[in-house]
C-alpha cells in the first residue's frame, strides 16, 4: 500500500471518530455535524437525514434517589488505620450519596465484616470488592463490577460515583468524577504511591489492573 | 517511510478499525455512556476527546 494511500486512510479514520464524538454530543445535522463528515467522506452522496429524538430534546432528566443527593465535593478524612483503605472509599461513597451521612471508616469496617471480609493482615480480603457491593446493596442500590481499562472507567464515572482499586496500587478509593481528561477520587491516603486528588491515563495504566464498582441510578 | 512505519501505520488503522466496529455495534445497541459505550470506544480512538465531550445522545425507546 502506497503512502499516498495510507494518508487517506487516516484522513478518512478521523472523519469516521468525528462522526462518533458527532453523534454521542447530539450533532446530527448542520455543521459540525455527523452529515457533514459523511459529506466530506463521501462527496455528491444525497442524504435524508432523520435524526433521532435526543435526551435535551426530551427535557432534563430529574434526578432521583441517591443521584438527587450526591455531593462529589464530600470531604473525606485521612484513614486512621493503614489496611481500611476499602473502608475508607465505601464511607465515602455513603456519605455523598446520603444512603448513611453518619458512614465512618468505623463503621464500614464493621459492615464489611472484620475481621472474615477486613483485616489488618489482608486489608479487604476479596480484591474484586464483592463485599462493598454487598454492603451499598443493603442501602437499596444495585451496583456493577468489573476490570476495566482507562477509557471505560472515564466513560462511566462522568455518569454516576463509586469506587475502584488498582492491583498494584492495592488502594481503594472513591470516585467523584472527572477533572479535564483524569479521574477526580476521593483519596484516604493522598500521596500514596505519588496519587492526590486525581488519577491520571499513566497513573491508572501503572498502577492497574483496576476492579471497579460504580452505582446504577 | 520505512517497511516499519508502513507496518506500524497500518497496524494502527487495523486497531482503529476494530475499535470502530465495536462502537457502532455499541450505537447499535444503544449504549451510548458507560462502560462498552460508544463513548468509552470514542475515547480510545481518541483520547483527547477526554473532558472534551458533552453528551447528548437520543432517547432509548427500549
Not at chain 1, 468524577?177 to 483519596?187: C, F, K, R, S
Not at chain 2, 487495523?14 to 463513548?39: F, Y
Request: charge should be negative.
Amino acid at each position: 500500500m502506497s503512502s499516498a494511500a495510507l494518508d487517506q486512510l487516516d484522513a478518512q479514520q478521523q472523519l469516521l471518530t468525528d462522526s462518533l464524538a458527532r453523534m454521542v454530543q447530539g450533532q446530527w445535522t448542520g455543521f459540525p455535524s455527523l452529515q457533514a463528515d459523511i459529506e466530506a467522506l463521501s462527496p455528491g452522496i444525497q442524504l435524508a437525514p432523520r435524526p433521532p429524538v435526543l435526551e435535551s430534546d426530551a427535557g432534563p432528566e430529574t434526578p432521583t434517589g441517591w443521584w438527587a443527593e450526591y455531593d462529589p465535593n464530600t470531604y473525606m478524612p485521612g484513614q486512621v488505620n493503614s489496611w481500611s483503605c476499602s473502608a475508607c472509599a465505601l464511607a465515602w461513597v455513603l456519605r455523598a450519596t446520603q444512603l448513611n451521612p453518619n458512614a465512618s471508616e468505623q463503621s464500614e469496617i464493621a459492615e464489611i465484616g472484620y475481621p472474615q471480609n477486613i483485616n489488618p493482615t489482608y486489608g479487604l480480603m476479596d480484591g474484586s470488592g464483592a463485599q462493598l457491593r454487598r454492603v451499598i446493596g443493603q442501602y437499596g442500590v444495585a451496583t456493577e463490577q468489573a476490570w476495566l481499562g482507562y477509557d471505560d472507567v472515564y466513560a462511566i464515572f462522568g455518569d454516576t460515583t463509586g469506587l475502584m482499586s488498582g492491583g498494584a496500587w492495592y488502594h481503594w478509593v472513591g470516585v467523584r468524577g472527572h477533572d479535564g481528561g483524569n479521574l477526580w477520587i476521593a483519596n484516604s491516603a493522598e500521596g500514596y504511591k505519588g496519587v492526590y486528588s486525581t488519577l491520571t491515563r499513566e497513573q491508572f495504566n501503572a498502577l492497574g489492573p483496576f476492579s471497579c464498582v460504580w452505582l446504577l441510578h | 517511510m520505512t517497511d516499519t512505519d508502513h507496518d506500524a501505520r497500518i497496524t494502527q488503522l487495523q486497531t482503529q478499525q476494530g475499535l470502530m466496529t465495536q462502537a457502532l455495534a455499541a450505537a447499535l445497541e444503544g449504549k451510548w455512556q458507560g462502560a462498552g459505550s460508544v463513548e468509552a470506544f470514542l475515547y480510545a480512538l481518541d483520547p483527547s476527546l477526554q473532558g472534551q465531550l458533552e453528551p447528548d445522545p437520543p432517547v432509548l425507546t427500549s
